[in-house]
């Protein structure tokens, strides 16, 4: 028999591509309200605009009709105050991959949400268990009851870009938590249309532990001159059957999240063969971050 969720109205921190995608795969498939938050009202517009526009293409390509379309982006609401969430049952966190940053909006989380919400967390490589020390409450130590509750509740819900196409999603759970919180967040990203795999809260997890040091050796490949740009990507994409490149690939991941990722690595095991390319560092430096600054290994218009 399958666990039942018992997700009734999820929140969305943060609307970049892949809060998008998050919100839009909860209100498509798992069919739940969602309320979906970020600092800046531009991003929430351009994230609605983006979900009327996949919505209409799976409308003209046969997929869905017009009012399950239309019932699917009634169910998303924007949200301007993290108080609006404060009803909420689960809320996945989108923001970008800075363990402090999380820090602050998982202290925000413990402060104005409901004290049994789930507290999920989309990050690509940093430690789980030290997002869920951050929202122990003050004064209680991480042994007390309080402390296990709260840690209890947090988890890892690692989906893939873009999330309306990628079917997984890494499941991670932190040393803190529960059997139930675990076994709730997977029954959501199934109703999420998404299989499951579990991973170990180690640095990268299995998706980036293996994915970044392939990039990373793809660019220093590239670095010193083994083979050019194109040869390297049509070697996967022909040879493998990769539908990008590594270069293509870390283009699209955007190579500042590749080097954050990569840096994690490196720290969280002090091994050196996890040390960053120094061309994927200078590119961070120059601000070519792939598709969404315009220029990386390629040129976007
Ligand atoms: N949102 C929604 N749908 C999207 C999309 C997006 N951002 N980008 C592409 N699509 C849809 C397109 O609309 C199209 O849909 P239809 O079949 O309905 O027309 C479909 O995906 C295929 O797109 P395209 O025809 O434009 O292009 P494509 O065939 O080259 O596929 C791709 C694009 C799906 C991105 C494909 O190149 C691919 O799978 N690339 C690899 C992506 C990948 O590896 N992602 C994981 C990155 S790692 C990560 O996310 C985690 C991390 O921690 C770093």
Redesign the pocket.
Known sequence: MSIAHGIRQLGVFGAG??GT?IA?VSALHAKVPVLLHDASRDQLTKSLT?IDK?LS??VS?G?LTSSEASEAKDRIQIVDSLHALRDVDMVVEAVSENLELKRRVFKGFREALKEDAILATNT??ISITKIAASVIPEGKSAASEEGQKAAGRVVGL?????????KLVELISAVQTSKDILDRSRAFAEACGKEVATSQDVPGFV??AL??PFINEAIMCLEKGVATRDDIDKTFRLGMA???GPLQ?AD??GLD??LS?QQTLYTGTSDSKYRPSVLLERMVDAQWLGRKSGRGFYEYN
């Not at 690692?158 to 990628?166: A, G, I, K, L, R």
């Open positions: 591509q892949m995608g839009f983006f996949i293409k799976d390509k997929r690509s490589s690692h989906f893939f870009n873009p999330v309306p196409v990628m998706s980036n994915l970044m990769h539908p990008m690939l699209f991941i999240t590749c990722i």
